[in-house]
């Protein structure tokens, strides 16, 4: 199997070229480790309370003086990983920072020693000094391993000399260096068994003297223990090399060491240590479940039901050879959870009803039930927008049509313990949605820990069409992912552009085979991927990327549902986020030979990108069996759509996609989606900056215009789309110059949801908004560009539904002038002031003309009582079931008020002392009113 370079490096690395103090023969090398492990241990005769996992390390004496409670630190690095045998090690240096302390007006005296009994680290976390319960393998004041194994001496075995010391006093960084540190590292590279780290002992006599440093679990790398080491090598360099195995095996070796072992060379100077080579497991061994419908607790699935879905915090093993993996899902029953969650089924028009529960808890403490989750898995990057160290949550249901308060805001988190209630009309054509999480700043780590499930929706019409079904049909959950041979989930701990996996999983496991049956399957794909794209292609008898001789598939539809006819292609490109409904036909290769179909990638990582680069070719393989299947054809006419005109759109948008500056902020890059307005300046471009405000009832143009350099996969909530056209473009001076639009590539016809916008191409999209008013994001499904300020946020506005909204200088529901909504909103009521001096007021709706007469003496009151009695009494509208009452000088009807014109010249629509006559609006109003022009043929004039 191909082994790929992974995309990630631990250890922190730096090349200093010495050749004047060494011979010729030799390198000057300098790397730069973090400890493998760390800890604190705490006077406890019992060695019942420990810190193995905390964000910090003791030293000291706590308490007042006569308080023998006594701190140290132990911590060990992996020299013999990271520096070549036969190197002469010329200095080291190790580097703590210090975060706090009981005692600033004295130093403390803190001294290093080498310790020689080999010890653990536990699960134990303290972040304040309140050492909690000691767990199995904790170092403690008595245990080397917590319980069965015991310190020669309470309180460590070390040698007495110490191998240097440092005053310590104010908060920052204090570094220890000496020869006999040297000397000490240089042992463990000659012989590395005995290799026990340091332990760390402050000022343990007279008053309290405790100093807090930062442990290797502190979110910052920047402040986490550091050892230097400066060494010579002689002969040829080496770096690490990675072994394409389960146990994620690594070794220092030359380059051409590495390639006779079949290994992957990471690069000169390079070294082994935590987290430096992904496991890579065997291929096609571990067969591929199918994600479990979810069991309503009320209703009936595919009908009207209501769901009780919870994130819990579980372990499942990702494929046979390794260990089970910590991972968040979601599960449907009082106990467990899977990755991927259970498949919600749902009916076109029937409304789905889920309570979304966050139940995530601390598997690795102790304790039945286990305590509820106060921090998150994976280490945070504090600083995008949004991001906390926390359990947070929120749902989206990707492709939904739904309200503000169901569509899952990002903003609107649950801590654990809580949950909120989602409904889901599914007034929308049948598709696979897929639902996952969508917290703030955090999307990208809580997607990338299993938080993701299909929702299927499906009607009548679609069922009519004989498509595979039942065990035919099947989704394909595919995902890219990085795991350590401990079986764990390998993430950045900072914030990066983009994050690719070394392994494909395809439903929750790693390079599955799947048995099928000689006939048709339906597939429905969804790339749920953090950044990866993926082209995939059918591949007979091989797994070789790109494929040689690709079988077709006939291809039904994407994100929105099905085309109006199939399409046969031999390959699909799908960005995170984007699905793919398709039919694959196994009943040809039944032969010998024939009968091991592989699903294969191609794509670039990032994407485009020279052919090749950062490709995981493999996929998963599927096996037939030679029993018979589905062979009914597949429907040459699926179903008709809807094609939106631009020729009614009412507001086009221009958004350009860019790599900008970070401007000192969280890295020198930002990722951003900026709004121009119509001259082309530049009005909005991060996630507070609301400037888009599409009206219910119209429809839009979206122009993204990728300058960024790479593809990005654009994703609009509230309501499906549909693509207009491609246009490549080139920059000159500076400007965006278009060339010729192309249409939309065949698969992207019909609705979507997600759509890939690649380098210098602007892209179109048509939308109809409707239903729902509130706040709805857009943005980059890459979900690492999402978590930074590629996220946007637009607000729906209704004209007419009495709320004054961004863009409304006012909304009371009346047609009148300046009422700031788009030309055809007109209202359902009128008001009426003054006193009648004789005459008639003739009001429109729904294009009947009732004239209600008005005489001298008649005030407001009486006159709106007159109109509405007219209108009820009107024989055709009564008819036609219109409605009609006043409220004071208020006039209420339940058809549309088209026109009204007042021949009255004691009567007004509106008050005198809000628009004098002396000012332009109310003379503006005025001739309105009085020569009998609508407020739409006004509106229309002024555009």
Known sequence: ???????????????????????????????????????????????????????????????????????????????????????????????????????????????????????????????????????????????????????????????????????????????????????????????????????????????????????????????????????????????????????????????????????????????????????????????????????????????????????????????????????????????????????????????????????LRDTSQPGSPKPLRTDHLLTVDLCPHGAENSAKTVVHLHGTHTDEQSDGHPEYTFLPGNQDTYTYPNDQLPSMLWYHDHSLGQTRLNVYLGLAGLFLIRDATENALNLPSGDDEVPLVIMDRTVLGDGSLYYPSNLVEMFFGDTILVNGVIWPRFDVTRGKYRLRVLNASNSRHLTLEFCPGSDVSPCPAPASFQFLGGDGGLLEAPIDLSAITLGPAERADIVFDFEPYVAPGDTEIFLVNSAPAPFPGPPGTGVVPQVMRFDVQNVPGDTDPVPPFLRSLEVLDEIEAVQHRDLELVRADGGGGCSPFIWEIVSLDADGNEIGNMWMDVVEFPELDTIEVWSFINRSGMSHPMHLHMKMFQVLDRTPFTVVDGEVVPGTPQPPLPEELGWKDTIQVHPNEIVRVIKRFEDYTGLFPYHCHILEHEDQEMMRQFQTIQCGNGDLEPTEVCDDGNAISGDGCAFDCRGTEVSFYGTAEGGDVQVTVDGVVVVTITTAGMDAVAVAAAVAAEIAADPTLSAAGVTASADLNVVTTSGVIELTVINDPGLSQTPPTYLPVSTPGALVLLVVLLSGLSVRALSRRRR
Request: charge should be negative.
């Open 1 to 359: 199997m191909t082994r790929l370079r992974p995309a990630h490096l631990f250890v922190s690395l730096v090349l200093a070229t010495l050749t004047q103090l060494v011979p010729a023969a030799a390198q000057a090398v300098v790397v730069v480790l973090e400890p493998v492990k760390d800890g604190s241990l705490k006077e406890d005769v019992a060695g019942a309370v420990a810190n193995g996992a905390g964000p910090m390390l003791f030293t000291g004496k706590t308490g007042n003086d006569g308080d023998n409670t006594l701190l140290r630190a132990v911590l060990e690095f992996d020299v013999a990983g990271s520096v070549p045998p036969g190197s002469t090690v010329t200095s080291v240096s190790l580097t703590l920072n210090l975060a706090g302390t009981t005692a600033t007006f004295f130093p403390a005296t803190t001294t290093l020693h080498r310790v020689l009994t080999e010890w653990g680290e536990g699960t134990s976390s303290s972040a304040n000094g309140e050492f909690p319960a000691s767990t199995t393998n904790d170092a403690t004041w008595i245990h080397s391993f917590y319980d069965t194994s015991f310190w020669t001496s309470a309180g460590g075995d070390y040698v007495g000399t110490a191998s240097d010391s440092e005053n310590v006093l104010a908060l920052g960084p204090y570094t220890w260096t000496s020869a006999q540190m040297a000397a000490d590292v240089q042992a463990w590279v000659d012989t590395p068994a005995d290799n026990h780290g340091w332990i760390l002992i402050g000022a343990e006599g007279g008053g309290t003297s405790a100093r807090r440093f930062n442990s290797r679990e502190e979110g910052d790398s920047n402040l986490r223990p550091k050892l230097t080491v400066v060494y010579d090598q002689v002969g040829a360099p080496t770096g690490a090399c990675c072994i394409a195995d389960a146990a994620a095996s690594c070794t220092v070796e030359t380059a051409v060491d590495c390639g006779t072992a079949g290994g992957s060379y990471q690069g000169d100077l390079t070294t082994c240590g935590a987290a430096m080579c992904p496991a890579i497991p065997t291929a096609y061994l571990d067969a591929m479940p199918v994600p479990a419908d979810a069991v309503p607790v009320a209703g009936s699935a595919g009908g009207v039901a209501t769901y009780d879905i919870a994130m819990r915090e579980i372990q499942q093993q990702l494929h046979s050879e390794l260990p089970a993996s910590t991972l968040w899902a979601y599960g449907d029953g009082p106990s467990g959870a899977v990755f991927p969650g259970p498949t919600i089924e749902a009916t076109s028009q029937e409304t789905v009803t889920v309570n979304w529960i966050n139940d």
